[in-house]
């Protein structure tokens, strides 16, 4: 079993920033993919940002790429979402997730473990 434990959501203006923070813990040598997600208020979990623990591979949603940037600390089992330029429609519950393959893949399905998410709020 792998957890996830989010940090960093809160309040912010919009045009502000935010960084995230998911430390795992547990049997982290099994993925290879962690990953962040977004769900807003009545509509679906959707992909945000992924990075893969062997080379640093990222991918992005096009909405937010240019203004957000995943990164992690692989010594500290960390995974981080720098969140720049926020606009309202940021607004969600973000949901750091850990996928056991090596390929980045975007599907909510692929991932095995979820964090209990942290909310973001954009206001304008």
């Known amino acids: 079993q792998v957890q996830l434990v989010e940090s960093g959501g809160g309040l912010v203006q919009a045009g502000g920033s935010l960084r995230l923070s998911c430390v795992a813990s547990g049997r982290t040598a099994s993925v290879y993919t962690l990953g962040w997600f977004r769900q807003a208020p009545g509509k679906e979990r959707d992909f945000v940002a992924a990075?893969?623990?062997?080379?640093?591979?990222?991918k992005y949603a096009d909405s937010v790429k240019g203004r957000f940037t995943i990164s992690s600390d692989d010594a500290k089992n960390t995974v981080y979402l720098e969140m720049t330029s926020l606009r309202r429609e940021d607004t969600a519950v973000y949901y750091c997730?850990?996928?056991?393959?090596?390929?980045?893949?975007?599907?909510?399905?692929?991932?095995?473990?979820w964090g209990q998410g942290t909310q973001v709020t954009v206001s304008s």
């Open positions: 997730a850990a996928d056991p393959s090596l390929i980045i893949r975007t599907s909510r399905a692929a991932y095995d473990y």
């Open positions: 990075v893969s623990s062997r080379g640093g591979r990222t």
